[in-house]
């Protein structure tokens, strides 16, 4: 006698079900992932469109007309005349100069003092952590307030005056640094590298914690000097963080503004005066919109074209 066996409809939550089953449960989970990390990217975006992208397309579109800040009749497109102004303008080269002039000094000096402050700091010594945040004091100081403090020291009977004298028992009497178009510069120069190492020193800080302990063991073992160390294990282990804090430092001082605002104004004799500085004073000391637009677009060139050629000579090679 034969028995016929009929197969059931498989239920949901057996074996054959299960992955009927799951596969919605999956894309709803995924759809949920997406939108919370939507969410939690957002507030970023709108900030970066609100604070960047928008007004980078404002400065590329009023650069081409004779926008003004405040004027009764609407801005008119002017071609190129902007740029046409901007290449007869004696102030502009002189601010380019500047500007080139303070970032050629900064970059090498401050990354280079901060990389001597973080080997310092790095070691294994009683009370490394008090000198770290001594180095790390004047980053979180607002840059405004460090160039009040500074002007007062910078005064012609300021302490930085009162220092020299003591030091030279009166033979030396320091000069008006901020008034002297031969040491304005050097003096906010001073002053900006004294305010910013504490922070690229945090960086190299970083980067040397990243570098395996094993090659500087192998190192010992093998008789290398301190020399030998740094040039052959530490400065090959920091090639990416060497390549960040060059372009950060090159960036920040490009954009040198505030120091020259509270310090000197541009003066004397605009030996002070920076690309930003008279983008800023054109744009709104002078309302001329368009023509500060101009010039900004051009600075964003050429800073854009430092930082690619930058990151080009430091790249990783094979």
Do not use: C
Request: glycine share 6%.
């Amino acid at each position: 006698m034969s028995t016929t066996m009929t197969s059931l409809p498989s239920r949901p939550g057996t074996a054959a079900g299960a992955p009927q089953a799951r596969r919605p449960t999956r894309r709803r989970s995924r759809r949920r992932e997406s939108l919370t990390a939507l969410g939690m990217v957002s507030p970023a975006v709108f900030l970066l469109l609100l604070f960047f992208v928008i007004p980078v397309v404002l400065a590329f579109a009023l650069a081409f007309t004779n926008a003004r800040l405040v004027s009764p009749t609407p801005a008119e497109f002017t071609g190129l005349q902007n740029f046409r102004t901007l290449l007869d303008d004696p102030l502009f080269y002189k601010s380019l100069r500047n500007t080139f002039y303070f970032a050629a000094v900064v970059v090498p000096l401050q990354g280079g003092l901060a990389l001597v402050l973080a080997l310092l700091v790095n070691a294994k010594v009683k009370g490394v952590n008090f000198f770290r945040t001594v180095y790390f004091i004047p980053v979180v100081t607002s840059m405004v307030v460090v160039s009040i403090l500074w002007t007062l020291m910078y005064q012609k009977t300021g302490l930085v005056n009162e220092l020299i004298s003591q030091l030279t028992f009166g033979v030396v009497h320091g000069p008006d640094w901020l008034n002297n178009p031969s040491t304005a510069m050097p003096a906010i120069i001073f002053m900006s590298v004294w305010q910013g190492v504490g922070f690229h020193m945090v960086i190299w800080l970083a980067g040397l914690q990243t570098i395996p302990q094993d090659l500087y063991e192998a190192a010992d073992i093998d008789g290398a000097t301190r020399w030998v160390r740094f040039r052959y294990v530490t400065w090959p282990g920091l090639r990416t963080t060497r390549t960040f804090v060059l372009i950060t430092i090159t960036i920040a001082a490009f954009s040198l503004f505030a120091q020259v605002s509270v310090m000197t104004q541009g003066g004397p004799l605009d030996s002070t005066t920076t690309v930003v500085y008279q983008a800023v004073q054109t744009g709104y000391a002078q309302q001329q919109t368009g023509y500060a637009s101009a010039i900004s677009l051009v600075f964003f060139v050429l800073v854009l074209a430092v930082s690619l050629v930058q990151r080009f000579l430091t790249r990783e090679k094979d």
